[in-house]
């Protein structure tokens, strides 16, 4: 038991050190941009979309701070804004898809997965759902009446405090991921040596199966669901360098994460929004299986034709 603590430590702090150097500068970018007219530009630039959206002006303002730091911010944004129950539900189920976009997105590269799949995947499926929800859902015209106030916060001024702040912030960041990463990674060291991820990945079979992907990638799926794809990272990363998941799986296993990921906490985290979050959930889970089944069946009739092409060749 001491040999396998150890090792899940070592490899725990390893991880955190490898997502670190990416969490900590981006994290400290974006915290420092904040305060430069670089945000206000993006929201005044997009404002003309909202409309397509079903969305006011306002409500750019969210959705671009969303995509910059992650949906804690988004959600400060939108409690401090006067919006319909349908807004507020069309803002949720985008930024559901689309958040956090350079550091989850940084994470998606550390595995091998193309950045152009994942942005687009995660800005087209924002997108896509806000216009059909747009079109489809006549109600919600109510304003929303939020769960809880939001807490005031401090103004920043002057370069000093400005680059104090923004380095706390990005401390803070590195801190909650070895919170999380640790002990996850030594669980999965006693996981491993208990032979009980043998039996998990035996059970997640039907699923990665019939999702187009070979089993060793029921680790990757179960870590990027339950933890999201920054905190699970380091679990995902240990499976595809010790497990051989393939390019294909884990590129499959992301086009399926970035749609639907820590399903439990970026659930309930849009409860005080007064919003229903069940459709959203189901919404998420329904576009993730859908899409991915679509992507590995496509991406299977291309291997075969190019199968048929060299035996052609031949």
Known sequence: MVSTLKNGLIVGLKTTWALGKVIFP?????????YTPILPWLIEAITPLMSLLGLSG??????????????YAAIGAILSLDLTVKEVFIIAVMLSFSHNMFVESSVALK??????????????????????????????????????????????????????????KAGMGIFQLAVIVIPLMVFVQIMKDKQWLAVFSRWMAPVTKALGMKENTSTTLAA???????????????????????????????????????????????????????????????????????????????????????VYEQ
């Open 224 to 310: 990027g669901l339950l933890f999201g794809l920054a905190y699970g990272a380091g679990v995902m990363i240990q499976a595809v360098q010790e497990d051989g998941v393939s390019k294909k799986d884990v590129t499959i296993a992301f086009i399926f994460l970035v749609a639907c990921h820590a399903v439990v906490e970026d659930t309930l985290i849009f409860v005080p929004l007064g919003i229903p979050v069940l459709p959203l959930l189901l919404i998420r889970l329904g576009v993730a299986v859908s899409l991915t089944m679509a992507v590995a069946i496509l991406w299977k009739r291309a291997e075969l034709s190019k199968r048929k092409e060299a």
């Open 26 to 34: 981006v994290t400290l970018i974006v915290s420092i941009l904040q």
């Open 111 to 168: 595995v091998g997965v193309k950045l152009w799949i994942i942005v687009f995947v995660r800005l087209g499926l924002a997108f896509a759902s806000a216009i059909f929800i747009n079109l489809i859902w006549h109600g919600g015209s109510e304003m929303a009446k939020y769960g809880m106030i939001p807490a005031k916060m401090e103004t920043v001024n002057g370069f000093g405090p400005i680059l104090l702040d923004s380095v706390t």
């Open 58 to 71: 306002d409500a750019a303002i969210p959705l671009v701070i969303g995509n910059f730091l992650n949906l």
